[in-house]
């Protein structure tokens, strides 16, 4: 008899059901062995050696395992097919060690839990990977060096709030928010405006269409106030129209990649409303196995943990007949697509995330399934099998229509662009939720009647409109994680926990789907980047990330990473320990920032300096007005809200340690201060 070793019962009972009595399959319930919980566990004198301890709730596990070890021929180690996965299978040896004197001890990895990968990956074993381990042991020893010696830090700066903590990622990925949040804060809209005109053919007026103002002589139009706008309609006054140019073309659109970790919880929180965490448990459940009729249990999707699209050429060509049998063979490409990782670092060479079988579909597999396990199967199936077909095709017109009054043509160009699709391609399987065209291209969703070049127009009406630009949106959970894995931070095993600790913590809430800064998180963040500037950087953590992925490929040594990093590290902490000691930051009890929906409110006032209109802004130390012509015009002030009673000077809004209170404005001339009325 041979011991398969796997970390979770689901996935067990799915080996159980594929092997014969030859094996025996035991589950190890996780990790079984990590760093002390209350203590540092890692000596920083002797080459960052970790102590590691039993983690208690495996004992009974453990002996199981080493029981059955005893008993067995062989040894396999089967944990999930990356460093975490092969950490554990480390972790299991050491931790059974004197069971397996004498044993022959293999390693094998698959990326589904189907009969044929575990049978291919029984036939060809392999040895542990010592890089993959090392890799994990090194993140494991960082991210306990920054937790441990930087969390008690933060405790004395910020005393009275329970719950603080700083991660090396963690920290990072509240930067991300908190500079978000600040840059949309620090937003003052700018005005612009637009012109369409709205046309016809000579003989066809019922069929109606609009062209944008694109071109006055060589430059772009730059409408910045109503009376730009208006001048231009009356230049155009009696004006002559025609068609200067038509142009047609047809353009494709490619289908998306399948999916990868990162793009399934963006796709879960986009079009489920799911939590990245929610994502990960229903995926984990779909690759582990499901019982089904006929077939025992049995794994639907393959390895979850992924930021490869690399897929398989069985799965190719199983994915091309379901394609041929339910859509024809004019939606297949003449080859099979292949797509290139996006990801700054791909990690080891998985596959994407794919149906195990294609074969499989969602309407069959849905009275075998729970509510969000078919949900999320038929997300994962139809982006796979969009992922294989033709691209969408569409007819794309684009006509420039002149002005022109006494046979002399006026400087004034418009363009209108209408789109036809002409062949569903992938889209016949898998939406596609196109963003909002630009106001430049703001005529791009109509359909335009047939058109030639010098073809006189008809002018039924020009219409001036009000825009103002816009702040970057606020991070939802979905892009934030699409941003960390375009910073480089982090690995698909991490996005959900890290979003999940940062709104646990309350650094982060959620405004419907926006994610937006606390006053903690706001604090906490300030601090930690003003003491470790280096260390919670997006530059160094990306690096940092490089590096581990250098360990995991055999290139540099996970020691002498950790002393590059710890030596400026301990440094950065002797000093940060010295200012925290010095000073206490306190933060407002119950205050949060404003709702993501929320504009800066007017104050009907007037700026002393350019004339614009006035804005009630609200900064790190309160309110105050700024001019909304603002970065032209650098115009603030603070809030007014009375007359001193000492001098007879401006009571104005000011914010403290201990909240808002009401200050004289000629301080420190006039110390006068009040409570808020």
């Known amino acids: 008899m041979d011991l398969i070793i796997v970390e979770s019962p689901t996935k067990a009972k799915a080996l159980r059901g594929f092997l014969g009595r030859g094996y025996r399959v035991l589950a190890s319930m996780g990790h079984v062995r990590d760093l002390p919980p209350k203590q540092?566990?890692?000596?920083?004198?002797?080459?960052?050696?970790?102590?590691?301890?039993?983690?208690?709730?495996?004992?009974?596990?453990?002996?199981?395992?080493?029981?059955?070890?005893q008993e067995a021929g062989t040894i396999i180690l089967a944990t999930d097919p990356d460093r975490e996965g092969e950490a554990i299978a480390w972790h299991v040896t050491q931790a059974i060690k004197a069971a397996l004197k004498g044993k022959s001890l293999r390693r094998v990895t698959f990326h589904e839990i189907t009969p044929q990968a575990v049978q291919a990956a029984l036939a060809a074993p392999g040895e542990m990977d010592m890089d993959l381990v090392n890799a994990q042991q090194a993140r494991r020893v960082l991210?306990?060096?920054?937790?441990?010696?930087?969390?008690?830090?933060?405790?004395?700066?910020?005393?009275?709030?329970?719950?603080?903590?700083?991660?090396?990622?963690?920290?990072?990925?509240?930067?991300?928010?908190?500079?978000?949040?600040?840059e949309i804060e620090a937003f003052v809209p700018q005005e612009y405006w637009t012109l369409d005109a709205e046309l016809s053919k000579v003989n066809d007026e019922e069929r109606r269409f609009r062209a944008r103002l694109f071109r006055i002589g060589k430059e772009k139009p730059n409408l910045k106030?109503?009376?730009?706008?208006?001048?231009?309609?009356?230049?155009?006054?009696?004006?002559?129209?025609?068609?200067?140019k038509v142009k047609k073309q047809h353009k494709t659109r490619h289908p998306y990649p399948p999916y990868t970790t990162s793009t399934l919880q963006q796709d879960g929180a986009n079009r489920l409303g799911w939590p990245a965490a929610k994502t990960m448990k229903v995926a984990q459940e779909l690759y582990e196995g499901v019982a089904l009729p006929d077939e025992g249990t049995v794994g639907l999707i393959t390895y979850m943990r992924t930021d490869s699209t690399h897929v398989a050429e069985p799965a190719q060509q199983e994915a091309r007949e379901v394609i041929a049998c339910f859509w024809g063979d004019e939606y297949l490409p003449e080859r099979p697509p292949t797509y290139k990782t996006r990801a700054k670092v791909a990690q080891e060479a998985h596959e994407a995330i794919r149906p195990t079988s294609s074969l499989r579909t969602p309407k069959d597999l849905r009275p075998h399934l729970t509510p969000d396990q078919a949900k999320l199967y038929e997300l994962i199936w139809r982006r796979f099998i969009a992922s294989q077909m033709r691209p969408a095709v569409y007819n794309v017109t684009t006509v420039d229509v002149a002005t022109a009054r006494d046979g002399q043509d006026l400087p004034y160009l418009f363009r209108a662009s209408g789109r036809e699709l002409l062949f569903e391609g992938f889209l016949k399987v898998y939406e596609v939720h196109d963003e909002k065209p630009s106001d430049e291209d703001g005529t791009a969703d109509q359909v335009l009647p047939p058109l030639s070049d010098g073809e006189p127009l008809v002018l039924h009406g020009l219409y001036p409109e009000q825009?103002?630009?816009?702040?970057?949106?606020?991070?939802?959970?979905?892009?934030?994680?699409?941003?960390?894995?375009k910073q480089g931070i982090g690995r698909p095993s991490t996005y959900a926990s890290i979003v999940?600790?940062?709104?646990?913590?309350?650094?982060?809430?959620r405004q419907?789907?926006?994610?937006?800064?606390?006053?903690?998180?706001?604090?906490?963040?300030?601090?930690l980047v003003a003491q470790f500037p280096d260390l919670f950087a997006v530059s160094f953590t990306a690096k940092m990330e490089?590096?581990?992925?250098?360990?995991?490929?055999?290139?540099?040594?996970?020691?002498?990473?950790?002393?590059?990093?710890?030596?400026?590290?301990?440094?950065?902490?002797?000093?940060?320990?010295?200012?925290?000691?010095?000073?206490?930051?306190s933060v407002p009890v119950g205050e949060r920032k404003r709702k993501a929906s929320d504009p800066a409110p007017l104050t009907g006032e007037t700026c002393p300096e350019c004339g614009g209109a006035v804005l009630l802004r609200q900064g790190k130390y309160g309110r105050f007005r700024a001019c909304s012509n603002f970065p032209k015009c650098k115009w603030k002030a603070p809030v007014v809200v009375g007359t001193c009673p000492k001098c007879g000077g401006d009571l104005v809004e000011r914010k403290g340690k201990r909240g808002v209170f009401w200050g004289c404005a000629n301080y420190p001339t006039c110390t006068h201060t009040q409570e808020p009325a």
């Open 40 to 69: 540092l566990g890692v000596d920083v004198e002797h080459d960052f050696r970790p102590t590691y301890h039993q983690i208690k709730k495996a004992a009974k596990t453990l002996k199981q395992i080493k029981d059955t070890a």
């Open 143 to 182: 991210d306990r060096l920054v937790g441990y010696q930087v969390s008690p830090v933060l405790w004395k700066a910020i005393r009275g709030r329970k719950g603080l903590s700083a991660g090396r990622v963690q920290t990072v990925a509240l930067r991300l928010v908190v500079e978000r949040d600040r």
């Open 225 to 244: 106030t109503e009376a730009d706008a208006l001048a231009i309609v009356d230049a155009l006054e009696g004006a002559d129209w025609r068609v200067l």
């Open 467 to 485: 825009h103002f630009t816009k702040p970057p949106p606020h991070f939802t959970e979905a892009s934030l994680i699409k941003e960390m894995e």
């Open 500 to 509: 999940r600790t940062i709104l646990q913590r309350e650094y982060v809430e």
């Open 512 to 527: 419907g789907k926006s994610l937006l800064a606390t006053e903690l998180g706001y604090v906490v963040c300030d601090f």
């Open 546 to 585: 490089d590096d581990l992925d250098g360990i995991a490929r055999g290139e540099r040594g996970w020691v002498e990473t950790l002393h590059a990093f710890y030596t400026p590290f301990s440094e950065a902490l002797g000093q940060a320990q010295e200012t925290a000691q010095a000073q206490t930051i």
